[in-house]
């Protein structure tokens, strides 16, 4: 799908730096940068030129490439210029490129006519968006590898099956008088069994992706004065939450952002869980207690010098892990619920490392390494839910005719997962939170 403008924006960071990068895309690329640059340079070979404006002025010497199409990142004939970083350069040289022609890009408009130019699938730029935005290594693997089209090869694999047991299904239909096998049919349910087994495999992957990508949420609950602001503070390195013996003094969720074992983390204090008769300690324990219930993980810490009560107890029983604070004045308990708790003490900083390295392992169980081709947005998700009850329904379907038109739904619904069909309705979904230039 050919654009019929030329775009230009800043790839490179906002603000003052040594080097700013300005892409251009579209038809028009070469006049114009042959004509800000005094002629073309050689294809995919930087050269040093003068930019000039249209009365002739000078705004910069920069290095100039040149990127005819197909051979570029969009597919269309590009350019970039290689700027001083100053804001007024960048600023001059935008305007003169407006002169000649070029609008400024909308946010991932690059990325959406690669896309639409057949350069990458849906998949790959959501991977580049994603490596954009990562904040980690483990989220810089993840990213990398699905822009590299880790998960686009496993997908096509499969449309290829799929797009075959389909193929099987029409000839058992079409020429059942041609003397072909008569077991078609069989076969191609068999097959679309197989690939439903294989599909449903992989969405039950814990949203390991979608974890790792969006960062994990850790909640500290537990009684008032158990502990718990203090051990933030800790676990933050700053004081992030205020500390007092008063009980109720926490009363909103305070959030501080952590890196463990190469996955980002929330953790989230909340207020202490008790019968409180101020309006506005019960609306924090009714976000404390809202909060743990979308944790990834919950913390159920309680103070080694009391006995802990039936909530913490509860939360232990349903998975959270224990930990017994404030082990300076007093032994952890060996275990509670059957679960031995980790003993730490935020004054001290006993215990301190050990529950960091729980948590950097909690956190690799619950979000992967990175390393796996898995799905990393609910739309993935939702297309191959789709893909399976298809699948599904073509299995059980009474007549060779209707488990046809249910493998191609299913073909339909996969495709929408790299966009190969049906992908009019996603694009603004997918590419509106690219960066400008990208």
């Not at 992030?240 to 013996?245: K, M, N, R």
């Not at 073509?394 to 495709?415: D, F, N």
């Amino acid at each position: 799908m050919a654009a019929t403008d030329t775009i230009f924006a800043l790839a490179s960071g906002a603000g003052r730096a040594a080097v700013a990068v300005m892409r251009l895309s579209g038809p028009a690329s070469g006049p114009i940068l042959a004509g800000i640059a005094g002629g073309l340079p050689p294809p995919r070979r930087a050269s040093l030129r003068r930019l000039r404006d249209a009365e002739g002025a000078t705004l910069d010497r920069a290095l100039v490439l040149w990127f005819p199409g197909p051979g570029s990142y969009t597919g269309e004939d590009g350019a970039e210029l290689h700027l001083h970083g100053g804001p007024a350069v960048v600023a001059a040289v935008a305007s003169a490129l407006a002169a000649l022609g070029a609008r400024p890009a909308e946010p991932g408009e690059f990325t959406r006519r690669a896309f639409l130019n057949g350069q990458l699938d849906l998949t790959a730029a959501e991977g580049i968006a994603d490596l954009i935005a990562a904040e980690t290594e483990a989220q810089r693997r993840q990213a990398l590898r699905q822009a590299d089209g880790a998960l686009a090869r496993l997908h096509d694999e499969w449309a290829g099956r799929l797009a075959r047991l389909l193929a099987h299904q029409e000839a058992a239909i079409e020429f059942a008088e041609d003397g072909l096998p008569t077991d078609l049919d069989a076969r191609a349910r068999a097959g679309a069994a197989a690939l439903r087994s294989e599909i449903t495999a992989h969405l039950a992957d814990g949203r390991k992706g979608e974890r790792l990508r969006e960062g994990l949420l850790v909640a500290i609950l537990g009684a008032p004065n158990a502990g718990k602001s203090s051990l933030l503070n800790a676990l933050a390195g700053r004081e992030a939450a205020i500390v007092s013996a008063r009980a109720g003094t926490t009363r909103d969720v305070v959030e501080v952002r952590l890196v463990l074992g190469g996955v980002p983390v929330t953790l989230a204090d909340t207020a202490g869980l008790r019968e409180a008769a101020d309006e506005i300690e019960q609306e924090g324990i009714r976000r404390a207690r809202r909060r743990a219930e979308e944790a990834d993980l919950v913390l159920a810490v309680f103070a080694a010098d009391v006995a802990p009560d039936a909530v913490t107890l509860d939360w232990v029983a349903r998975g959270a892990v224990p930990v017994a604070s404030k082990v300076d004045l007093a032994p952890a308990p060996a275990a509670i619920g059957g679960t031995a708790p980790l003993p730490v003490s935020a004054l001290t900083g006993a215990g301190l490392d050990a529950l960091r390295a729980r948590l950097a392992e909690e956190a690799a169980r619950l979000a992967g390494s990175g390393d796996a081709a898995l799905l990393t947005r609910p739309r993935h998700r939702a297309a191959l839910s789709e893909t399976v009850a298809w699948l599904e329904e073509a299995e059980s379907a009474p007549l060779p005719e209707l488990a046809s038109e249910a493998l191609r739904a299913a073909l339909r619904a996969l495709g929408r997962l790299t966009g190969r069909v049906g992908v009019e309705d996603l694009l603004d979904i997918v590419f509106r939170d690219f960066c400008i230039g990208k």
